[in-house]
């Protein structure tokens, strides 16, 4: 069953440092999306992806946060600076598209746990 | 903005017993999705069901299923036979049509007892 990867499955970085998280969503899959949380807190939205550009962003997703989809298969979430309060467990997930309860279900990989130090 | 509740933080069941877990949402829209997720010790997020808000049928899957009461605002997730593999996290949450994004619930940590 195809399956959401990400790498590393853990980082740990220095304050102030820049990290890419990576992923590789279900290949047929059109509509992509990074999801963070906080050891202990519910999981929260930060940014939906499509056709190559921003669809949704929540109000964490400030300016030192980007996506991009470098080719056809994966798909980054870069922090430029981080700060300790990044330090989270990041979620890629990925849907089929949008129109039925099929196509809308988001699956998820299994995270990258990110320690800033 | 559409809200998520779980009132629940914490609930056990023995093996073998039936267990519901409360979920009550808030949103502005006529159509929207409702999920539950379950996080395992592992934090893998996995797909437990699902449920459209147009279909009056209550989903099942298996052990799994929900009543989903509209007017109401409720989506509860009751498992049956309860195993030890059922212990986990359990997350609700909300996807409006319009958008994109998932609104989680705070989370109900479920434990099985042999």
């Known amino acids: 069953e195809p399956e959401v990867t990400q790498t590393p499955s853990h980082q740990v970085t220095q304050m102030g440092q820049e990290v890419i998280l990576r992923c590789v969503p279900i290949s047929n899959h059109l509509y992509f999306y990074w999801y963070r949380q906080i050891l202990g807190q519910k999981v929260e939205f930060l940014v939906s992806f499509y056709n190559n550009e921003i669809s949704e962003k929540s109000e964490i997703f400030d300016d030192q946060f980007s996506v991009e989809r470098p080719d056809g298969s994966n798909f980054t979430l870069k922090i430029r600076s981080t700060k300790l309060e990044d330090s989270a467990m990041y979620f890629c997930a990925s849907s089929v598209s949008r129109g039925t309860l099929y196509q809308e279900t988001q699956y998820f990989g299994p995270g990258t746990r990110l320690l800033v130090l | 903005a559409q809200t998520v509740t779980q009132s629940q933080p914490e609930m056990s069941v023995q093996e073998a017993e039936t267990v519901t877990l409360s979920c009550t949402y808030d949103?502005?829209?006529?159509?929207?999705?409702l999920f539950w997720y379950k996080q395992p010790p592992s934090r893998q997020m996995i797909l437990v069901i699902r449920?459209?808000?147009?279909?009056?049928q209550n989903a099942t899957e298996n052990r799994f299923s929900v009543n989903f009461q509209k007017a109401a605002k409720s989506f509860s997730l009751k498992i049956s036979d309860s195993q030890l593999g059922d212990t986990a996290m359990y997350f609700c949450a909300l996807k409006e049509t319009s958008g994109s994004r998932l609104t989680f619930g705070e989370g109900t940590q479920l434990t099985v007892n042999p």
């Open positions: 949103t502005s829209e006529s159509n929207y999705y």
């Open positions: 449920q459209e808000a147009y279909k009056q």
